[in-house]
């Protein structure tokens, strides 16, 4: 069975990965990971607010006036909020290289271009394969239109690709009026490829202690559902690399991501709950539902379920819309 795909310009050996988060922090779950099939390691984002604080650090050190501009800092997170330093971040990067034989996957989080982006050099020289732009952002500014918002995004892919020759994936939010124009143009900017989608921090209000109440939510599969839906609707359209991340905890939830678009399927919340070794039964599913199915490899499959074949994906949508709300019974 040919589980091979393609994913960023990057030949993988299956199109499962483990997505951003603290798996990758030790070194030995890094090897398990591999171990299990891991097809690439994805590593947890360096943040804009991380690096913009130690600049701001460095500044008071040097300038003999700093309170002049202690204001601007009380915009950033405090020191403790971060565990590690840019630098510590880089070194992982080569400890990282260093210990697995697959491709190695950073991760940037930011929204702003500035001084911060030139990391994204510093990330390709201490030995990354690829670069994943975690764009977190919630417009709140009434004034800022969304051409304005869309735009800032394009001026940092722009940004990062004028420093880097390594292959770069945008990791976006569900949340833009024209989804399918907004990828065409993350390509024209400079981009490789997109990852549906981000999970957003979703804030819950103690109504106790009247503040808000940081929750964090692991995934389930309901959640792929969006993710389904864009991969076939943008997949159908749009020809570039496509990762699907958020609600893939078996292989038949794989399938079907595989089946609407996707190149790849990243899964974080299913390993955290069930360890790495899941990773390895998610694989050995995968290859024998496809033999079971009678497909000769991943290649062969993908794209099979997009909206390649439905003229009109708006109608399609709709009718399925109707369907749905008449089909509840009281």
Not at 125 to 146: C, F, R, V
Not at 263 to 283: F, R
């Amino acid at each position: 069975m040919n589980l091979a795909t393609e994913y960023l310009g990057l030949k993988l050996k299956n199109p499962l990965m483990p997505g951003a988060s603290p798996l990758v922090d030790d070194l030995a779950t890094v090897r398990r990971l591999e171990d299990a099939g891991a097809a690439a390691i994805v590593m947890h984002s360096l943040f804009e607010e991380q690096i913009e604080l130690e600049h701001a650090a460095l500044q008071r050190d040097v300038e003999s006036h700093t309170e002049s501009f202690a204001e601007a800092l009380t915009y950033l997170p405090n020191e403790e909020d971060f565990d590690e330093t840019s630098e510590q971040y880089l070194q992982l990067i080569a400890k990282i290289k260093a210990t697995v034989s697959v491709p190695v996957i950073a991760s940037l989080n930011g929204i702003t271009p500035g001084g911060w982006v030139g990391h994204a050099k510093l990330i390709e020289q201490a030995g990354a394969d690829a670069l994943e732009l975690n764009y977190y952002d919630l417009p709140s500014n009434p004034n800022k239109t969304g051409a304005e918002v869309e735009q800032r995004a394009l001026d940092l892919v722009a940004a990062i690709r004028k420093d880097v020759k390594i292959p770069i994936a945008v990791k976006l939010s569900p949340f833009f009026s024209s989804l399918p124009n907004f990828v065409k143009q993350l390509l024209g900017a400079g981009a490789n490829g997109v990852v549906l989608f981000n999970r957003f921090y979703q804030p819950d209000i103690d109504i106790e202690d009247l503040d808000t109440d940081s929750v964090l939510e692991l995934s389930t599969p309901a959640e792929l559902r969006l993710r389904l839906r864009w991969l076939a609707v943008l997949s159908a359209q749009v020809d570039t690399s496509y990762a699907a991340t958020g609600g893939v905890h078996s292989a038949e939830d794989a399938v079907r991501a595989i089946m609407a678009g996707a190149h790849t399927v990243q899964m974080v919340s299913a390993l955290l709950k069930n360890g790495t070794d899941h990773l390895a039964t998610v694989l050995a599913d995968l290859s024998q539902w496809l033999e079971e199915h009678e497909y000769e490899s991943v290649a062969q499959m993908r794209g099979t379920m997009n909206l390649k074949h439905c003229p009109d994906a708006t109608a399609f949508e709709r009718a399925n819309y109707l369907r749905i709300l008449k089909s509840w019974q009281v």
